[in-house]
């Protein structure tokens, strides 16, 4: 991580105020510990209170750690089989051909095991578009997502936010950005709250903590 020596900020996507107390390095000037990711283990996912139809863009980095056979690392659908042309997302599905824009085992993406991956995902006139560690893939997008939020780890409807359908990824950062693509929603970093001591995500523009909804729990990883 990089210090600004002027500001005393860091720059990246933490933002953290650098403080000292004595000879200590605190962060006291926010409420929360910045962490490298958070780990889900296909049981958890967050909220991020954005109709997706209110959204453009999204920028995410993540690694994969387990496929299973319907996974989902954002987004929302309004069709029942979460058919590709109605899901605003990203799928890591294994299974049947029309699961997300982005699956296993058909021709636009294959996801894999233990792999880092940073996409630019962008819905614009009836077609979607992820850029996947600097490769462009394209599909046909209809709409349809009835103001369903976009989740994170999940997907919004009926049972694909159950679990066993949440990915299992470690999360660096997720930036959420209006149907103009330029203007950020929310900025999402992955922290520790001081008070609780529960691993969750901050968003930066907000100025609030989004916490699982699913069960178990967040692993958090190391502190930065």
Same mark, same amino acid.
Request: aromatic letters at 14%; charged letters at 15%; a negative charge.
């Given at each position: ?7 005393? %900020? *860091? ?44 959204? @453009? ?9 387990? %496929? ?9 659908? @309004? ?41 630019? *995902? ?7 578009? +992820? ?22 780890? +999940? ?19 997720? %930036?959420? *950005? ?18 609780? @001591? ?12 989004? *916490? ?6 967040? %692993? +958090? @990883?190391?502190?930065?």
């Amino acid at each position: 991580m990089v210090i600004d020596e002027d500001t005393n %900020i *860091y720059v990246g996507t933490s933002a953290i105020k650098k403080v000292y107390q004595g000879d200590e390095q605190i962060y006291s000037a926010y409420p929360y510990i910045p962490v490298l990711y958070i780990r889900s283990n296909h049981q958890q996912y967050i909220d991020t209170g954005v109709p997706c139809n209110q959204l @453009g863009r999204i920028v995410t980095k993540f690694k994969v750690n387990t %496929i299973k056979t319907y996974n989902w690392m954002f987004g929302a659908s @309004g069709d029942h089989w979460g058919a590709r042309q109605n899901t605003f997302g990203i799928g890591l599905s294994t299974a049947e051909s029309n699961r997300g824009f982005c699956y296993n085992d058909v021709l636009d993406y294959a996801f894999t095991n233990n792999t880092l991956y940073e996409i630019d *995902y962008r819905v614009t006139n009836g077609s979607q578009t +992820a850029i996947v560690n600097g490769t462009t893939y394209t599909s046909n997008f209809t709409g349809g997502v009835n103001g369903n939020h976009c989740y994170i780890f +999940a997907l919004d409807y009926e049972n694909w936010s159950k679990e066993g359908e949440r990915s299992g990824v470690d999360l660096y950062e997720t %930036i959420l *950005y209006g149907v103009d693509q330029i203007t950020p929603i929310r900025d999402f970093i992955p922290v520790i709250e001081k008070e609780t @001591g529960v691993v969750c995500l901050y968003d930066k523009i907000t100025q609030q903590f989004y *916490y699982n909804l699913g069960t178990g729990s967040f %692993i +958090a @990883g190391p502190e930065i």
